[in-house]
């Protein structure tokens, strides 16, 4: 049976039975438990084809929708073109969530807000007419943007992937950029993504490495292990001398989708990596920031993520030519 039928069943199974599909499992396995999601689940891990990475036409690279996150950090061909996208991936959730978890599922899994999670509160995402995190505890909530839900999405991977500029595929449909599986947020009231719950993401495809980038990326925690972050970022700098002539920089844990930091890339490119400028590119991302009763510590602590992520992307704990990746 060739790949295209195969999906295409799947497809029409969840639009038969309903439900949802499943990949790792690492999501919706806790949903299931927690009776916020009953399913049914139709499940993708028989499409071995979904997995591993095929070279494209002008040094691409494609990466299969069921990839692990642990086979995305440990890939060496990963490592060395698109190392942004390697350290996101092995600084994602546990050792043993990395194992089972999978590009794809990680870039479409919803939301960590306990109101949504608990199966007797009613709320915007599960077809409610209300945000009871407004009113409630909301201090892992969102400091920028005033989409209906307040909770932001938690997609380490989405977040390194904007910085690349990638796009999705998806079965029986034309690719579209990673940015466009999320939109702004404002139309998020259901879902943590764009997709249909019948349509299938079967891969990412990423362009070109950028000749000598360094990147790195920083997690701001409440505890030291196993923790969603409260801020995050990603940064992909390329450097003649101490000019930066290339910036790409995304932030995740501060938005209801994860944000590519335009303003920080446009205060860095053409200038010399001091700490000043880097500090005063960090500071940039301040005017995004509208915060909610409980979250006005994210504004300073998102300023402080981003600078942190380029500190560490000029110095010596980069990934770049010669140096070993730092994973923190």
């Not at 084809?49 to 642990?70: E, F, M, N, S």
């Not at 970022?233 to 501060?254: F, I, P």
């Not at 880097?278 to 991302?285: F, I, N, P, R």
């Not at 992520?309 to 923190?328: F, H, I, T």
Request: with cysteine; hydrophobic share 40%; glycine share 12%.
């Amino acid at each position: 049976m060739s790949t295209e039928p195969a999906l295409s069943e799947l497809s029409a199974a969840v639009l038969a039975r309903g439900g949802e599909l499943r990949a790792g499992g690492t999501d919706t396995t806790a949903r299931q438990r927690s009776g916020v999601s009953p399913g049914p689940f139709t499940d993708l891990a028989g499409a071995g084809h979904l997995r591993g990475t095929t070279p494209l036409p002008g040094g691409g690279l494609r990466i299969g929708a069921l990839t692990t996150l642990a086979a995305l950090a440990a890939d060496p061909q990963v490592r060395a073109g698109w190392p942004a996208l390697a350290l996101s991936a092995g600084t994602a959730a546990t050792p043993q969530i990395r194992a089972a978890g999978t590009l794809g599922g990680n870039l479409l899994q919803r939301n960590r807000c306990w109101y949504y999670r608990n199966p007797h509160v009613s709320c915007f995402q599960k077809g409610g007419t209300g945000c009871p995190a407004r009113a409630g505890d909301h201090h892992f909530g969102v400091v920028s943007g005033d989409g209906p839900c307040i909770t932001p999405h938690p997609s380490t991977l989405a977040m390194a992937l904007l910085t690349y500029g990638a796009e999705a595929e998806i079965h029986g449909e034309s690719p579209r950029s990673v940015a466009d599986l999320y939109g702004d947020g404002d139309r998020l009231h259901q879902a943590d993504h764009l997709l249909r719950p019948d349509r299938i993401l079967t891969g990412v495809r990423l362009p070109a490495p950028l000749p000598g980038e360094r990147a790195a990326c920083h997690r701001a925690t409440s505890r030291a292990h196993a923790e969603w972050p409260l801020v995050e970022a990603t940064a992909r700098l390329a450097l003649d001398g101490a000019t930066v002539t290339h910036a790409a920089v995304a932030a995740g844990g501060v938005a209801r989708v994860p944000l590519r930091l335009t303003e920080v890339e446009a205060a860095l490119i053409g200038r010399e990596a001091t700490p000043g400028v880097l500090a005063a590119a960090a500071a940039t991302v301040l005017a995004r920031c509208r915060p909610l009763p409980q979250t006005g510590y994210k504004a300073t602590l998102f300023r402080d993520t981003v600078l942190e992520a380029l500190e560490r992307a000029v110095g010596p704990a980069a990934v770049g030519p010669g140096l070993k990746p730092v994973y923190s």
